[in-house]
C-alpha cells in the first residue's frame, strides 16, 4: 500500500505556520489570497478589529474571464489593489494562504503591486 502525503493537510499546516508569524493591523492589513482549481480570490483584512477591508475574485459577476489561470489572478490583484487604495491602504503584508509563492499566487501579487501596493 502506498501511504501518499496529504496534500490539503500540508497546505493548512503551512497556512497555520504563517498566520503564526503575520497578522493585519490598521496600518498594514494583511492581504489574504484563496486559491482553488477554477478561481482565485484575494481579501485585505484587518485583523485586531476582524474586519475585510476590500476583496477581489475571479468569481465576481463583472469579472467575465475564466479565474483559473495566470491571467486571471494578474487581473484579481489589480482589481483588489485598486479598491484598497480607494480605501486608503496603500502598505499590506501578504499571506499566500499556505501555497507556494509561485504561478497563480506570484502572478496575484505582482498584480497588487503594479496597482499601487507595496509589501
Known amino acids: 500500500m502506498v501511504n501518499r502525503p496529504d496534500s490539503k493537510k500540508a497546505r493548512a499546516t503551512r497556512h ?7 497578522s493585519g493591523t490598521a496600518e498594514r492589513p494583511r492581504l489574504c489570497v484563496y486559491r482553488s ?3 482565485i480570490s484575494a481579501q485585505i483584512i484587518d485583523d485586531v478589529k476582524g474586519v475585510t477591508i476590500v476583496a477581489a475574485s475571479s ?3 463583472d469579472f467575465g474571464a475564466y479565474g483559473g489561470n495566470k491571467e486571471a489572478a494578474k ?4 482589481l483588489v489593489a485598486e479598491r ?3 480605501a486608503g491602504v496603500t502598505e499590506v503584508v501578504f499571506d499566500r494562504g499556505g501555497n507556494i509563492y509561485h504561478g ?3 502572478e496575484l501579487a505582482d498584480g497588487a503591486r503594479e496597482g499601487g501596493l507595496k509589501f
Open 16 to 22: 497555520l505556520r504563517v498566520r503564526g508569524k503575520i
Open 37 to 39: 482549481l477554477s478561481n
Open 59 to 61: 468569481y465576481e459577476k
Open 75 to 78: 487581473k484579481v490583484g489589480q
Open 84 to 86: 484598497a487604495i480607494k
Open 104 to 106: 497563480r499566487v506570484a
